[in-house]
T-cell receptor, first 114, second 110 residues
Framework: EAQVTQNPRYLITVTGKKLTVTCSQN?????MSWYRQDPGLGLRQIYY???????DKGDVPEGYKVSRKEKRNFPLILESPSPNQTSLYFC?????????????FGPGTRLTVL | QKEVEQNSGPLSVPEGAIASLNCTYS??????FFWYRQYSGKSPELIMS????GDKEDGRFTAQLNKASQYVSLLIRDSQPSDSATYLC??????????FGTGTRLQVTL
């Protein structure tokens, strides 16, 4: 089954404690991205990756890092989380060319930073 | 001005009626337009895509695009309670970046 998986699904942490949210897709997609979703602000892109070792900033990259060492994985790293990063996070992937025809979303990770 | 604007709603329609959801966008060079459905606490799901002016129909859903007016809409015919969700409009601008609106919450009442 074609899917995007994220882990963990729920996470409560404290300010400053480094964390990683994993994202994996089994569709051999080149393009992957991370979004955060906040009430009244909608989905905002954090980072995206056009292919292995190719990443770029989205609209709200501050406080986040990503890496793309393998095609299937695109982890999101919060080196020093702060309460304003409390949000619902989605990973997404799509096929060749970065053309967002069918973008598949993961199930989401609800992060709370205390 | 927001890049993609939607009325947050809620839009309330009775079961069986037509729900009309609207979206405007600011980038005149936008090429691709999408409607996603998102149930509470779930991930967005693509339901319609449209690339050229006019209407595109898929089952009970019709997407309408008017590039001159920078306007895209989604019509849901014979609305069902299961259609109650938030509908996200998304637009690909000149930089091929997908930008989402904040969504319109639809409530289909019995």
């Amino acid at each position: 089954e074609a899917q995007v998986t994220q882990n963990p699904r729920y996470l409560i942490t404290v300010t400053g404690k480094k964390l990683t949210v994993t994202c994996s897709q089994n569709m051999n997609h080149e393009y992957m991205s991370w979004y955060r979703q906040d009430p009244g602000l909608g989905l905002r892109q954090i980072y995206y990756s056009m292919n292995v070792e190719v990443t770029d900033k989205g609209d709200v990259p501050e406080g986040y890092k990503v890496s793309r060492k393998e095609k299937r994985n695109f982890p999101l790293i919060l080196e020093s989380p702060s309460p304003n990063q409390t949000s619902l996070y989605f990973c997404a992937s799509q096929g060749a060319g970065g053309f967002p025809d069918t973008q598949y979303f993961g199930p989401g990770t609800r992060l709370t930073v205390l | 001005q927001k890049e993609v604007e939607q009325n947050s709603g809620p839009l309330s329609v009775p079961e069986g009626a037509i729900a009309s959801l609207n979206c405007t966008y600011s980038d005149r060079g936008s090429q691709s337009f999408f409607w996603y459905r998102q149930y509470s606490g779930k991930s967005p799901e693509l339901i319609m895509s449209i690339y050229s002016n006019g209407d595109k129909e898929d089952g009970r859903f019709t997407a309408q695009l008017n590039k001159a007016s920078q306007y895209v809409s989604l019509l849901i015919r014979d609305s069902q309670p299961s259609d109650s969700a938030t509908y996200l409009c998304a637009v690909t601008g000149t930089a091929s970046k997908l930008t989402f609106g904040t969504g319109t919450r639809l409530q289909v009442t019995l």
